[in-house]
């Protein structure tokens, strides 16, 4: 099954758009999880616990694992994910040469989505694209205050280049598994694209932490319903200084997010 059917049913089942972001910063993990072998897999297994009836997806970000215990906790995090019925979307901004792309994509056969930078071209997105049962999420207008640098300039046809990716991408989506990654910080940009791209599924990021438009991301980050709204710092982070009941805050920050989103939908 496509990963945006399988979305779809997800959405419907836990009546929620929000992917819960898991960034488990080590100088944020609570004290008493240090003890344990992994202690970002420690405090991952209890966000989940705690918010999955809320997840629509669950989106670890690979720069939080890049370091071999960082490997292990996010196999053991993917697959307790996944016994808890939550598709995981690794944001890990991949692309490279065909060759190496090759084996980036590989990492499908383990998460449901990714998300992929677009500036290498097709053919370094193309094993992702390939791949009719995963979701592949194109970087489009990112929600940093430096994606301007780029995404903004305007080219000789008139179009931004960010317009130029969405494009592009809704070219790609031969499979129908593309969506865009465009940030909550950027409203305007947000309905502009879905008004260029209709069908495209939006992963929009920058609520919370970040200070983007919650109304927004739902208005314009839904295509027929489907889409994603991140936070991660906002819900795994909701009650750091709450020692023992750090998850029981995620679940309320969690449940509280979904509702506020849910009002726009
Ligand atoms: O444009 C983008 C693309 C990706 N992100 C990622 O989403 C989360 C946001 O975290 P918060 O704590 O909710 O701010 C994080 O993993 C980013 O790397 C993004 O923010 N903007």
């Known amino acids: 099954m496509n990963f945006f059917d399988r979305l779809h049913d997800r959405i419907r089942a836990v009546d929620s758009v929000v992917s819960v972001g898991l960034d488990p910063d080590p100088e944020r993990i609570p004290d008493h999880l240090e003890e344990y072998d992994l202690p970002r897999w420690a405090f991952n297994r209890r966000i989940i616990d705690a918010t999955h009836e809320h997840a629509a997806v669950f989106k670890p970000n690979a720069a939080f694992y890049e370091d071999p215990d960082g490997w292990r906790a996010l196999e053991e995090t993917i697959a307790y994910a996944h016994g808890k019925d939550v598709p995981v979307l690794l ?65 000789e046809t008139g179009e931004a280049v960010y317009e130029r990716v969405a494009a592009l991408a809704d070219l790609w989506n031969e499979n129908d598994n593309v969506g865009l990654v465009v940030g909550a910080t950027k409203p305007e940009e947000l309905e502009e694209l879905r008004e260029q791209v209709p069908d495209l ?59 506020r989103l849910n009002q726009y939908r």
């Open 201 to 259: 599924p939006f992963l929009v990021p920058g609520i919370g932490a970040q200070g983007g438009d919650a109304e927004a991301a739902v208005e314009y980050g839904l295509a027929d319903g489907v889409g994603l709204v991140n936070s991660s710092r906002g819900i795994i982070f909701a009650g750091e200084n709450q020692g023992e009941g750090f998850a029981k805050a995620s679940e309320q920050a969690a449940k509280r997010l979904k509702k």
């Open 91 to 155: 944001d890990a901004k991949r692309a490279d040469i065909g060759n190496t792309t090759r084996q980036y994509a590989q990492v499908l056969e383990n998460v449901d989505a990714i998300t992929v930078n677009p500036y290498m071209g097709r053919d370094s997105l193309q094993p992702f694209l390939a791949d009719e049962e995963s979701g592949v999420f194109v970087l489009c207008r990112t929600s940093n205050p430096g994606g301007e640098d780029l995404q903004d300039l305007e080219l």
